[in-house]
């Protein structure tokens, strides 16, 4: 492999907007500016959270779009200040590439919010006595969500392309990484490739009914249902993180995957294995609202929270995942390293690094207390409360019914913690490649594969929009 690059980029130099006579004014000028634009955007989200009456889309937007301008300001002005007050211009290269992640993603989401807002008062002028069907909460959270996702996919494009042009710390430029797979054995591909393919399309049909269920039906546009349906729009996306590029690899008879493509890969998939953590833990608040606060549950899970819950659930993990990803590009690589599993995991990257890798390990093992641990802990605490509850119950009939309702939530967070958690990490104590690579197995794909068909077989809700969503074409055509 040819060497390209035998400097070691620290920092850039940002050299502002004046010469050194005009620093002061600046620092006022632009610390007044920025001070007032966060106060006022915290003034409108608070008005907004605190009064019952603007829990409206157009409020819900609102709301949004101030939080969105709070981080977009953000994103340059207290780093700017900061380097006015210290008399520097620079800013590392981790801090650059930062910098440029946020700004494109703030900057992109104002101006789709824009669009968003603009659709909601065309559906509230011309359309007015549909506007609360058009406008439901679930259509509202789903535009949240996908301009989230969308501009997450641009921002990650240019940040992608950034790297590509200059490498932080390798003196030896890294062309890709070596994806050795499940097995050895070219007879088994075969038989691997139809196995996981099947696994995937089920999975993938399996949440997309959920999703379609769920947004055809307006008895189901309730928070219990909106969880669902952003949680199998996420494990829909989980899957599709590792298992094309390894049936791509399959089909192909190749191993190999590129240095972008591996950073991005493992983005996603700390994304969205973590997205199904948080949105768990979320879910269980609910039913913990709905079964020990019933008469108050409408109040409590209003559009708006359900909304705010799931954004932040989406901007925290977005945050926690780009930690990991720039500190992996913080480390040395051999060129064409071969990682011993089927696709890019956090871990199994880290250790082949040929750096100091010490600070990447505090951090991991930091983010399994903060996204497993303290997660799990509050689904404890949260069903140890339901259970206090159901105990209260007078009739054992009206027991059943209050258990019964919150059994698949349940055996999800089960079988999520049982294979991400306790498999993992017993896997992680042998240090033996092979149990590890069952334990991801199980957590990554078998656990989506699973979680239709838990939600659906015990709910009748569900079953009965998927047989509504079926047989009400066919009847609108048999009627003359």
């Known amino acids: 492999m040819e060497s390209e690059n035998n400097t070691r980029i620290s920092e850039f130099l940002l050299l502002g907007l004046s010469e050194e006579e005009l ?28 009064d019952y009456h603007l829990h409206t889309p157009m409020y819900f937007f609102l709301s949004n779009l101030s939080f969105v301008d709070i981080c977009f300001t953000s994103t340059t002005i207290p780093k700017m200040l900061w380097n006015i007050q210290n008399k520097s211009k620079g800013i590392t290269y981790e801090g650059c590439i930062t910098q440029m992640y946020f700004y494109i993603l703030f900057g992109g989401l104002d101006d789709i919010l824009l669009s968003v807002m603009a659709y909601d008062r065309y559906v509230v ?47 030896t430029q890294i062309s890709r990484f070596l994806l050795l797979g499940l097995s050895k054995k070219a007879e088994l591909q075969p038989l691997i490739f139809g196995l996981f393919l099947s696994i995937y399309l089920i999975t993938v049909f399996g949440n997309l009914l959920i999703i379609l269920a769920v947004s055809s039906d307006s008895h189901l546009h309730t928070p219990m249902y909106f969880f669902l349906s952003n949680l199998s729009f996420v494990d829909i996306c989980f899957t599709s993180t590792t298992i094309p590029k390894m049936l791509w690899n399959i089909q192909n008879k190749s191993k190999g995957i590129t240095y972008e493509g591996c950073i991005t890969q493992m983005y996603f998939y700390i994304l969205f294995a973590d997205l199904d953590d948080i949105l768990l833990s979320v879910m269980a608040y609910d039913w913990y609202v709905a079964i020990c606060h019933p008469m ?23 945050l926690h995942s780009l930690l990991h990803s ?4 913080r480390l040395s690589f051999c060129p064409e390293m071969q990682i011993p599993h089927f696709f890019c995991e956090l871990s199994r990257v880290v250790q082949l690094a040929s750096s100091d890798n010490f600070l990447n390990n505090i ?69 033996t490649s092979h149990s590890s690579t069952i334990a991801s197995v199980m957590s990554s794909v078998v656990t989506p594969l699973l979680k239709p068909f838990i939600y659906s077989l015990r709910n009748q809700d569900i079953k009965g929009a998927l047989k509504r969503f079926y047989f009400m074409p066919r009847l609108k055509d048999q009627i003359p």
């Open 296 to 318: 108050h549950y409408m109040v409590i899970m209003s559009p708006w929270l359900c909304g705010l819950l799931v954004l932040i659930s989406w901007v925290l993990i977005a």
């Open 125 to 171: 002028i011309c359309h007015p006595l549909h506007y609360t069907i058009i406008m439901s909460p679930l259509l509202c959270g789903l535009l949240v969500l996908i301009s989230w996702v969308l501009i997450a996919l641009n921002f990650l494009l240019h940040s992608l392309m950034v790297l590509r042009l200059v490498s932080p710390s390798n003196n």
């Open 363 to 431: 951090v991991m093992y930091s983010a399994v207390v903060l996204m497993g641990v303290i997660p799990f802990t509050g689904i404890l605490y949260t069903y140890s409360k339901i259970v206090s509850c159901i105990c209260k119950i007078s009739s054992s009939q009206g027991r059943y019914k209050a258990f019964s309702t919150c059994v698949s939530h349940l055996l999800v967070v089960s079988l999520f913690y049982f294979t991400a958690l306790g498999v993992y990490l017993s896997s992680a104590a042998t240090h």
């Open 23 to 50: 620093q002061p004014l600046i620092f006022g000028l632009f610390l007044s500016m920025y001070l007032i634009t966060v106060f006022g955007n915290l003034l409108i989200i608070l008005a907004i959270s605190s």
């Open 326 to 329: 720039l500190m992996v590009l």
